[in-house]
């Protein structure tokens, strides 16, 4: 008899005698242990599918990510999104446990991708924890502690992490970033014994050796101490010292000229008298970058040899911290009004070029830009600043993206080299690689778009295309487009562009650095 007929004699069908019903699996595994791998996850799964005559027929997997937001889970994205599309073929989700399903700071989050696809019938089951997700009161409890307990996880481990840095730090280790000019990562073992300096991206291998920082070349200790000088002694400002080093031919610890920026990181970081400081900045649990204020910074002093005096170094930070605290905003502002009213209209180049002015750099990071400087004073200036504003971004920090994008690569151990155009990166020998940051911009209907333009010269194998936020002052996404796909010397994206090129979007850039990792192939 078949179960349909069973149930209308009374007999009651258990779960093995009922017909299976389709189901999808969703896995994700961080760093953190073994017990959470996919494999293991799949193993408790897969039992609990055939107790309950489960079939599974699709499997979303996240390898490595976090389970802190939804970002950079491009799988728990794409199974939300094809649930709410009603673009499957299964009836329930399978997860390993509620943990696995997300560690999300805001446990409301974790509920409601799960409403989401309670919403279009789609049941989550979680099959290793002792409660049955059954929308009762016990399950909802129990699944709200589980919730908040993933999340404080979360907490706990970063706060752990984080004290840890702090006691390697107070021992005088590097944690992290590169040594700068005219310094060195000299890598030591456990018992503090140098074991060699570390190249530029070459990383520790062994857990217990450490980082510690120590004076590079005397023609670059030379021309730290002149940098110094120049500000204190003579005066110049940094553009001008950036200017007399690049007449030199002398580049920067990433082989690029030096700019006003680069000269102030040198002038204004500790590292240089031998102080190792850490916590300038916050990005815990992937929330927004801040900046603290130096009660809270940790610090090491005179963990290494110095490069320049402190007595030097304290007259440069005098100078720059009497240089900006010289003007509030009224009085930059009524600066500015002397300036529009001698000349008659307002430049960067104007504000940079006055003596008794702070740079025109100051004026965006006080105001938030230009334009909203200008905006201020009542001047609207003849040509559309905001275009050139967001290309004054994206000329800045498109080499901290290439630089960036090499770095990581290197930390997966590929080979990476800039050719000379400045244009391309050589990654292995193998493929060479583009990077472009594409700005946004708004049509009439209030709709967004972004231009690609592929480099027809260069003709890279892969282009990494990144695409702008709304402000144009972020990074909202990526695509990586290969050649061999992607020929046209042009493409204009919308939101969304369909499956043959959205098919290339990602939210982060892991999964382009896992394709350089070299795997060792044995021999049988």
Known sequence: ????????????????????????????????????????????????????????????????????????????????????????????????????????????????????????????????????????????????????????????????????????????????????????????????????????????????????????????????????QQFVAERRSEAEIAGILNARGTLTDFGRKWTRATVHQVLTNEKYIGNNVYHRTSFKLKRKHVHNPPEKWVRADGAWPQVVEVSLFEAAQGIIIARSRRFTDAEMLEALKRILESRGRITGTMIDEADDLPSSAAFRHRFGSLVSAYARIGYTPPTDLGFIETSRWIRGNHPVLVDSVAESLRGFGAGVELEETGKVLRVNDEIRVSVSLCRHWGTGAGASRWIIVLDQAERPDITIAARLASANDGIRDYYLLPSIDVAAGKLRLAEANGVCLDSYRFNDLRHFFSLAQRTCVGRN
């Open 1 to 228: 008899m078949t179960p349909t007929q069973l149930a209308e004699t009374g007999f009651q069908v258990s779960d093995h005698e009922m017909p299976a019903q389709n189901a999808a699996v969703y896995v994700r595994m961080s760093t953190e242990y073994q017990q959470y791998s996919t494999s293991n996850q799949m193993d408790a799964i897969r039992e609990y599918a055939a107790h309950r005559s489960l079939d599974i027929v699709k499997i979303y997997s996240d390898e490595g990510k976090s389970g802190l937001n939804i970002q950079g889970r491009d799988s728990l994205a794409r199974m939300i999104a094809d649930v709410e599309a009603g673009d499957v073929d299964f009836s329930c989700i399978l997860v390993y446990d509620v943990s696995r399903w997300g560690r999300f700071q805001d446990a409301d989050e974790s509920a409601y991708y799960e409403y989401l696809c309670r919403r279009a019938g789609i049941l989550v089951h979680y099959c290793a924890e002792q409660f049955e997700n059954d929308g009762s009161p016990v399950s909802t409890i129990v699944k709200g502690v589980k919730r908040a307990m993933a999340g404080e996880y979360s907490r706990e481990l970063s706060s752990k992490v984080f004290q840890g840095a702090c006691r390697l730090i107070t021992l005088g280790y590097k944690q992290g970033g590169t040594a700068g000019y005219g310094l060195r990562r000299m890598l030591v073992d456990q018992a503090g014994q140098p074991k060699g300096v570390l190249a530029h991206g070459e990383q520790k291998s062994i857990q217990t050796d450490r980082v510690v920082l120590i004076p590079g070349p005397d023609d670059e200790q030379a021309d730290i101490r002149w940098i110094y």
